[in-house]
C-alpha cells in the first residue's frame, strides 16, 4: 500500500504520527535551546508543541466507538473502527506527555545539572519567602512555623553550590553528595508540612502551607532531575533515607500550586505541567519516597 494512500484510509492514524513527530522534535529543540523566537510568555517551539499535545488529546477522543446504532451495526467489517483505536491512541499520548517531561528526559548528566542550577534562584526565591512569611502568621502560630523550616536556608544554600558544582565536574562523587543534599532536602520540607497543617488558625495554615510547598515543588522537581541520573541501587537508597513519605503530606498538597510553577519555570501550558507533576509523583512513590 502507497504512503499515500495508507494516509488517505487511516487519517486518524497518520495525524496522530505526524504530531507525536511534530512534539518529539519540539521536546528536542527545546532540550537545545532552540526557541524559534517568542509567543506570548513563552517560545514558538513550546507553542508548537503544546498545540500539537491538544490536537492529540482531542483526536484520543473517537465519538464514534462506544455509541450504538443501526448504521454502525450496518457498516462492512472493513470500515468498521477498531473498538480499540482510542485506547491505543490514548496510550501514545500519555507515551508522549511522559517523553516531553522537562525534568524527568535526563539524556546527559550535564544537561540535568544545568536544568538543577536553572531552578535555584526560583528555589532561593521560594526560600526567601518562607523567611518572610512568619510576619503574616498568628503570634501563636509564628513560632511553630519558623522552627519548621529553620534549616530551610542552609539546606538550600548547600544545594545550589552542590548543583554549580556538578555542573562544573558531574562527577560520581558530587552526584552523591546531591543525592544526600536532595533527600535531606526533600525530608524537611515534608516535616515542615506536617506541623505546620497542625496550625489551628486557618489562614496562618493556608500562608504557611503555600510558603512551604513554594519551596517542595521545586524539591520535588530536582529530586526527579537527581534520580533521573542515578543508577537503580542509588535512587533506593535515596528512598530508605526517606522517612516522611510523599502519602503522608500529600493531602496537603496544592496542585494548582504545583502546576502553576512548573509551567511558569518551563514556559508550557499549565494542564501539560500538571500531567508531568502527576507522573514525578507516581515515580517517586514507586521509588518509595
Known sequence: MSLMTNSWNHPKTSAAGLLIAVVSVAGVLSQQGVTLGKAGTGTVVSLVSALATALLGLL?????????????????????????????????????????????QGCSG???????????????????????????????????????????????????????????NPSAGILQ????????????????????????DAASQQHALAAIQGVGTIVSAILSLVASVSSKAAV??????????LS????????????????????????LARVQIAQAEQEQMKAGF
Not at 62 to 91: F, H, M, Y
Open 177 to 200: 553528595q546531591l543525592q544526600t543534599q536532595i533527600v535531606t532536602f526533600q525530608q524537611q520540607v515534608n516535616a515542615a508540612l506536617l506541623d505546620s497543617a497542625k496550625i489551628v
Open 236 to 245: 533506593a537508597r535515596m528512598a530508605a533515607q526517606s522517612g516522611v513519605k
Open 110 to 168: 550535564v544537561s540535568v545539572a544545568q536544568d538543577i542550577v536553572n531552578w535555584t534562584p526560583s528555589l532561593q526565591s521560594a526560600v526567601a519567602t518562607v523567611d518572610s512569611t512568619a510576619a503574616v502568621l498568628a503570634p501563636a502560630d509564628a513560632p511553630i512555623f519558623t522552627a519548621a523550616t529553620a534549616g530551610f536556608d542552609a539546606a538550600s544554600n548547600l544545594l545550589v553550590v552542590q548543583a554549580k558544582a556538578y555542573l562544573a
Open 60 to 104: 484520543a477522543k473517537d465519538p464514534e466507538i462506544g455509541s450504538a446504532g443501526a448504521s454502525e451495526q450496518a457498516a462492512p467489517p472493513s470500515t468498521n473502527r477498531s473498538p480499540g483505536s482510542t485506547a491505543k491512541l490514548g496510550v501514545w499520548l500519555l507515551i508522549l506527555l511522559m517523553v516531553s517531561m522537562p525534568w524527568m
Open 248 to 271: 503522608m503530606v500529600r493531602p496537603y498538597w496544592n496542585d494548582s500550586l504545583a502546576a502553576e510553577t512548573v509551567a511558569a519555570h518551563y514556559n508550557e501550558p499549565i494542564a
